[in-house]
């Protein structure tokens, strides 16, 4: 069975956004190096998963910023990495405006999200990641529709933005895998869910 993971950029108040802070912008290893959120959540993953999920905004924002194309030759070599995995995976866009995309091994897909998720499941194929932006993610926590979670906590409380936790459908219970900081105070946190029964995802 595939896996599904849900990469989930947060703030501490549980806001979908990327806010300035100490440090935000600074390298943590060497410039050729991921830190360890960025390896943990994509470069350790580039054997395993071919198919990302994402809604039609991050997608568009994706492809312009992180596809090979949109490289910056100063662009670190993980970086150029990371284009070469996104152009090369399958790539899922959510989307009811678009109809087709200009990127490549992508297609525009609609409707339910669990029942899409259940669909991507069942196709061939290796494990998926689930991307953003907030609001697939939010419906993806709410309906606790992954098998994993990966977690970047940034230490801001923003006030502000989409939210990750409004009220949910039911108490979801992860168990801890990982947990680790990274230099400027950002968590690192991988949960895995307890299997669930697929009445409450269908909500
Ligand atoms: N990981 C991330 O990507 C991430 C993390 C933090 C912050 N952000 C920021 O958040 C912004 C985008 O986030 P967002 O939450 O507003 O947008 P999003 O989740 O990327 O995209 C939302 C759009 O996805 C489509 N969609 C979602 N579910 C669908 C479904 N089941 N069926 C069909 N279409 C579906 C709809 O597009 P249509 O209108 O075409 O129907 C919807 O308007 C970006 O500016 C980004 O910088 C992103």
């Known amino acids: 069975m595939r896996k599904v993971t849900a990469n989930v950029y947060m ?28 390896r943990r959540m994509w470069t350790d993953r580039y054997s395993d998963v071919t ?6 905004r991050s997608f568009t924002g994706h492809r312009r910023v992180h596809s090979l194309k949109g ?6 070599k993980f970086l ?4 070469r995995f996104l152009d090369r995976v399958e790539k899922v866009c959510l989307s009811h405006r678009l109809k087709k995309t200009d990127w490549e091994n ?11 998720v259940a669909k991507l499941r069942k196709e061939k194929g290796g494990n998926i990641i689930i991307e953003g932006g907030p609001r697939v993610v939010h419906e993806v926590l709410r309906r606790n529709l992954a098998d994993d979670y990966w977690f970047l906590v940034m230490p801001v409380v923003y006030g502000r933005g989409p939210r990750y936790w409004d009220p949910m459908i ?9 947990a680790s900081h990274m230099p400027y105070g950002e968590l690192v946190l991988h949960y895995e869910a ?6 409450s995802r269908s909500k």
């Open 51 to 56: 198919t990302v999920v994402m809604g039609r």
């Open 80 to 83: 150029f990495d990371y284009s």
């Open 194 to 199: 307890y299997p669930q029964k697929a009445a």
């Open 170 to 178: 039911a108490q979801t219970n992860l168990k801890l895998l990982s």
């Open 11 to 38: 703030t501490l108040d549980g806001r979908g956004e990327f806010p300035k802070y100490p440090g935000y912008d600074l390298p943590s290893g060497d410039r050729d190096d991921p830190d360890e959120f960025f």
């Open 71 to 76: 490289r910056k030759p100063n662009d670190p």
């Open 106 to 116: 992508s297609r525009v897909v609609k409707g339910d999200l669990a029942k899409i």
